[in-house]
């Protein structure tokens, strides 16, 4: 049984929290950028994380992604993102999945999450048994990651490891 996190990230504030998470999950996790994320999943993964930056209120899209490097993002990781990834995952009755993103802190109140985002395609498409959701937030747009984020990601990751088995 093993673990895959799965990230997206245009400036590396969405890869720093997925290899939080990774390093708290050990050595039974694995981690890949989206661009080389498998299609299906190797039967050996029992929990997916699959993580992404927020964008105009859910996940990016080639539009968004290209917006980024126009305000000074990386290129190269413009290609594919969570939601075309989960998009080509076929059903799965036998993995958990938790999701996650990054958000600017300044705009908290307002509702858009791509984690939430993506676990609605997660029971649309019945891709796995969605077990935790969860945000963590950025000052600005590029980042940094507020203080504390990783920690609380560190503790995010040992909720997933301690969470129920239910099959
Ligand atoms: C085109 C675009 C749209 C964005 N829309 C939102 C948004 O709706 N809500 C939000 O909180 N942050 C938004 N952001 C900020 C991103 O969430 C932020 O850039 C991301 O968390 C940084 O993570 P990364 O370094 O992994 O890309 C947007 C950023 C871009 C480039």
Same mark, same amino acid.
């Given at each position: 049984?093993?673990?895959?996190?799965?990230?997206?990230?245009? @400036?590396?504030?969405?890869?720093?929290?997925?290899? %939080?998470?990774? =390093?708290?999950?050990?050595?039974? +996790?694995?981690?890949?950028?989206?661009?080389? +994320?498998?299609?299906?999943?190797?039967?050996?993964?029992?929990? &997916?994380?699959?993580?992404?930056?927020? /964008? =105009?209120?859910?996940?990016?899209?080639?539009?968004? #992604?290209?917006?980024?490097?126009? *305000?000074?993002?990386? $290129?190269?990781?413009?290609? #594919?993102?969570?939601?075309? @990834?989960?998009?080509?995952?076929?059903?799965?009755?036998?993995?958990?999945? +938790?999701?996650?993103?990054?958000?600017?802190? *300044?705009?908290? /109140? &307002?509702?858009?999450? +791509? %984690? *939430?985002?993506?676990? *609605?395609?997660?029971? #649309?498409?019945?891709?796995?048994? &969605?077990?935790?959701?969860?945000?963590?937030?950025?000052?600005?747009? %590029?980042? $940094?990651?507020?203080?504390?984020?990783?920690? #609380?990601? =560190?503790? @995010?990751?040992?909720?997933?490891?301690?969470? $129920?088995?239910?099959?």
């Amino acid at each position: 049984m093993s673990t895959l996190v799965v990230h997206e990230s245009m @400036w590396g504030n969405t890869r720093a929290v997925a290899e %939080a998470v990774a =390093a708290r999950l050990g050595d039974d +996790a694995t981690i890949v950028e989206v661009g080389q +994320a498998p299609v299906p999943l190797p039967a050996d993964v029992d929990l &997916l994380v699959v993580g992404g930056p927020t /964008h =105009a209120f859910s996940m990016s899209r080639s539009s968004t #992604r290209e917006d980024a490097v126009v *305000k000074g993002a990386e $290129p190269g990781h413009t290609a #594919r993102g969570i939601r075309e @990834w989960l998009g080509e995952l076929p059903e799965s009755d036998h993995v958990d999945v +938790a999701t996650f993103d990054t958000r600017v802190d *300044k705009v908290r /109140h &307002l509702p858009g999450s +791509a %984690a *939430k985002a993506a676990g *609605k395609e997660v029971r #649309r498409h019945h891709l796995g048994r &969605l077990v935790s959701t969860e945000s963590f937030y950025v000052g600005d747009m %590029a980042g $940094p990651l507020l203080d504390g984020e990783l920690d #609380r990601a =560190a503790a @995010w990751a040992d909720t997933l490891s301690s969470r $129920p088995v239910t099959r």
